[in-house]
């Protein structure tokens, strides 16, 4: 494909550090404003994340995985109605082919207090599946350290959000829950070498869901890819010591596609390295919400800005389609049961054969 001045050829960096001064923050918001509307991706280098936890998470890391493997299928997410837990390599399909990656999903502190009758989506939240303490000293104590520190920063990012949109602070508010009844998801994923897997496809393109993912690329390797309008994919490479910040389709629904979710995807390292390492935080919204309904009355002179991009080409993914018919939960339920089925077949039964009437596929798949 042919590249346009409206295309991206890398991604925008941003330095919290511009925040401490007014001057210089309004530069930072201008920065931000151009990485949620024209990209959809963005680096945030010195965040409030203090870089010995981020060296002791990223530590544990080829501990976890190392685990024997009936340690690890002890912890098989088929356990959980709330799909938290492990996966093995191999089991998730994006665009037919197996994402080559192992992983673990896991989550804030959070108690189901779910009863028959209610929406099935209020089952999603729930407790993690942890490896035992004597196995992984430690790990869990400094994992949940690390989301706590992750999910105070996704809050106050959620304000530069809105004030970039020219919105207050608070102009995202009313989609987020009271904080100490709202639960984050977050995973630990390996993508194994090129020679040790099937195919160089670490995990396909595709969209996040909700608003905002915060990704530490937690080893040294290049994979991840993002695509520019016009379908050429642009390199992610790691930076120490920050984040990849990126939009997800709930936000481009309620700001009426003024932030891009961008299309992305994770290439398998080169045969005879070592495995690549990532540790991605999804902030939620509420469950409850739809939507459609809820779209934000931005500025004009903000919301003109989205002209300036043109025409977005065909991207390859098309998931989360759903945030125009259903509440934010069942939206997030339902991709977990196309990419999860052995979880549905257990836990939801009913959903599982409305969306699989043939019966339990051999791989899950987004879409």
């Known amino acids: ?22 001057d210089t923050r309004a530069v930072f918001i201008k920065q931000l404003r151009h990485a949620l509307i024209d990209v959809g991706f963005l680096y945030l280098e ?7 936890l981020f060296d002791e998470v990223i530590a544990y890391l080829p501990r976890v995985f190392g685990l024997p493997q009936e340690r690890k299928d002890a912890l098989r997410m088929a356990n959980s109605p709330h799909f938290l837990g492990y996966s093995r390599l191999g089991v998730e399909r994006t665009k037919g082919a197996a994402d080559q ?12 207090s779910w009863e028959s009758g ?3 989506y209020l089952r999603l939240w729930g407790p993690s599946q942890w490896p035992e303490e004597e196995d ?13 520190a992750v999910v105070s920063l996704s809050y106050e ?20 829950g009271p904080r100490e009844r709202t639960q984050h998801r977050s995973k630990i994923v390996k993508y194994p070498t090129r020679d040790a897997v099937a195919s160089e496809q670490g995990v396909g393109p595709h969209f996040d869901a909700g608003f905002l993912t915060f990704l530490l690329q937690a080893s040294d390797h290049a994979g991840l890819q993002v695509q520019n309008p016009s379908g050429e994919w642009i390199d992610v490479p790691p930076r120490p010591y920050t984040f990849v910040i990126n939009i997800g389709k709930g936000l481009e629904s309620v700001t009426q596609g003024l932030a891009r979710a961008t299309s992305h995807r994770v290439l398998a390292p080169a045969a005879g390295t070592s495995p690549r390492y990532s540790i991605p935080f999804f902030q939620n919204i509420a469950q409850d ?21 043109g025409e977005l080409g065909q991207t390859d993914p098309v998931n989360f389609s759903e945030y125009d018919t259903l509440p934010a939960g069942q939206v997030s339920l339902v991709n977990r049961v196309k990419s999860h089925p052995d979880v ?22 987004g879409y």
């Open 1 to 22: 494909m042919t590249s346009t001045d409206k295309d991206f050829t890398s991604i925008p960096i941003l330095n919290y550090a511009l925040l401490s001064s007014p």
């Open 157 to 176: 990012f959620t304000g530069l959000v809105a004030e970039a949109f020219g919105l207050s602070p608070d102009g995202l508010a009313q989609f987020y």
């Open 289 to 309: 919400l739809r939507l459609s309904e809820q779209v934000l009355q931005l500025p004009p002179e903000v919301l003109k800005l989205k002209g300036r991009r």
């Open 118 to 120: 209610q929406p099935e």
């Open 101 to 112: 990656r192992e992983q673990f999903d896991l989550a804030t502190p959070f108690e189901n």
């Open 344 to 365: 549905a077949e257990r836990h939801y039964p009913d959903l599982f054969k409305q969306i699989f009437p043939h019966g339990l596929p051999t791989h899950g798949t």
């Open 136 to 148: 992984v000293p430690g790990f869990k104590t400094t994992f949940l350290r690390y989301l706590d």
């Open 46 to 52: 010195h965040p409030p994340v203090p870089d010995a």
